[in-house]
């Protein structure tokens, strides 16, 4: 997420230097900003796992019944 920092503040940034500051033109990095925030809280999960649980195998075996 801090990754995507310099990105974001530059789109802003450059929108409001230029004046494009309507709805219409921060719409693009507005939506681009509720995808990362989408993306950041729906991977907490995956991205934080633990070391007790990352080895466990929840995959069914190929050939048995489920």
Do not use: C, R, W
């Not at 219409?24 to 007790?52: D, E, K, M, Q």
């Not at 649980?53 to 050939?63: D, Y």
Request: hydrophobic share 50%; glycine share 6%; net charge negative.
């Amino acid at each position: 997420m801090f990754g995507s920092l310099p990105a974001f503040i530059t789109a802003f940034a450059v929108h409001f230097m230029i004046g494009y500051t309507d709805f219409y033109h921060l719409l693009p990095p507005i939506i681009a900003s509720l995808f990362l925030l989408v993306g950041v809280i729906t991977s907490y999960n995956f991205l934080n796992f633990t070391i007790n649980h990352s080895n466990e195998n929840n995959f069914p075996e190929i050939g048995k019944q489920i």
